[in-house]
């Protein structure tokens, strides 16, 4: 935030403030160049003579709240000013700490959706405060104008935001539903990062839709365990038909002489195709073929059945 009014005939330097407080309510780090007559704004003047009320408890609500206020060295020497004549908490800064700045917005600014013309404005500029060839008045000038232009090309793509509780949903910095279904089920990854980021977007049939895809991953896999490869093409083939293989599969294991292991086996397996088939009676079938649409309520419960599902098949039998 550059401010380069001066507070005595303007409220623009006490707007400015206002905007710099505001813009510390988002996640950001914000810093308030005061650059020419706006170093004004931060030396203690007499209430009557600033336009737009007291600019020091702008001040100093930016600086509690771990952000930074810079008076640049350069400016206050312009008007006779010295650093001690600055109010607490205002830092004076020299040019080529202003520079620096500029390096870091250029770098910043290269990851934002910008014109590329604009970042190149900006590196030019840079080169020019390092050799020294742009007066302190033609800087703010400057500096005051990229700002705006930065502020308008960021007003061009729509910008999305993620509530807190919801971040790691769309960010997932690690796998949603464990390592344990990461490395068994790899092939799921795609589409069950598409169930978080659908998710943290409140696009709740869009969410159940990807899970049911996860969930199909699953039952491939258990098809497999099964052997059932050899009894056909199961790639083509309907979940229903899929489910009723696999049963089929596992009457044929429990059938002959019992052991108690036996009998677990197939009791795990058992549980695992009836709770295929619920999944694809509740939801797969509704959401693969539009017949209904999902709210959040129903999203959340699908998506903590599911995780628990996986979870399981997952685990050795």
């Known amino acids: 935030m550059i401010i380069d009014h001066s507070p005595l005939n303007t409220e623009k330097a006490a707007e400015g403030l206002r905007m710099a407080v505001g813009q510390t309510m988002a996640d950001n780090q914000v810093t308030v160049l005061l650059l020419d007559a706006g170093v004004w704004a931060g030396i203690s003047l007499r209430p009557a003579m600033v336009k737009g009320g007291d600019l020091k408890k702008h001040i100093d609500t930016i600086v509690m709240l771990k952000h930074e206020v810079w008076a640049e060295e350069e400016s206050l020497g312009q008007f006779g000013l010295s650093p001690e004549q ?16 500029l390096a870091d917005a250029e770098a910043a600014l ?18 020019r405060v390092e050799e020294g060839t742009i007066a302190g008045d033609e800087l703010g000038y400057v500096l005051k104008t990229l700002h705006d232009q930065v502020l308008a090309d960021l ?30 089920f ?16 409140d696009e709740w049939t869009a969410t159940i839709f990807h899970l049911m895809r996860v969930l199909e991953h699953g ?20 979940w229903g038909t899929i489910i009723d293989r696999i049963e089929s599969r596992i009457r044929e294991l429990d059938a002959g002489p019992r ?19 619920h999944f694809k009676d509740a939801w797969r079938n509704h959401v693969m073929h539009a017949r209904t649409h999902y709210d959040q309520h129903e999203a959340w419960e699908v998506w903590t059945s599911v995780r628990a599902f996986m979870l399981r098949l997952a685990a050795p039998p």
Not at 160 to 170: D, E, K, M, Q, V
Not at 219 to 238: H, I, K, N, P, S
């Open 86 to 101: 600055v109010m607490f908490g205002v830092k004076v800064a020299p040019r080529r700490q202003v520079e620096q700045a």
């Open 110 to 127: 290269s990851q934002l959706p910008i014109s590329p013309v604009l970042i190149g404005t900006v590196g030019q500029l840079r080169k």
């Open 155 to 184: 007003a061009a793509p729509l910008f999305l935001c993620i509530p807190r509780g919801s971040r790691n949903f769309y960010t997932q910095p690690e796998p949603l539903f464990g390592d344990p279904v990461d490395r068994t």
């Open 186 to 201: 790899p092939e799921a990854r795609t589409d069950l990062a598409a169930a978080g980021r659908c998710l943290a977007l």
């Open 219 to 238: 039952l491939r896999d258990l098809a497999g365990r099964l052997e059932l490869g050899a009894t056909g093409d199961l790639d083509q083939a309907t």
């Open 259 to 277: 052991s108690p292991e036996k009998t677990a086996t197939a009791s795990h397996y058992h549980g695992l195709a009836q709770q295929f088939r």
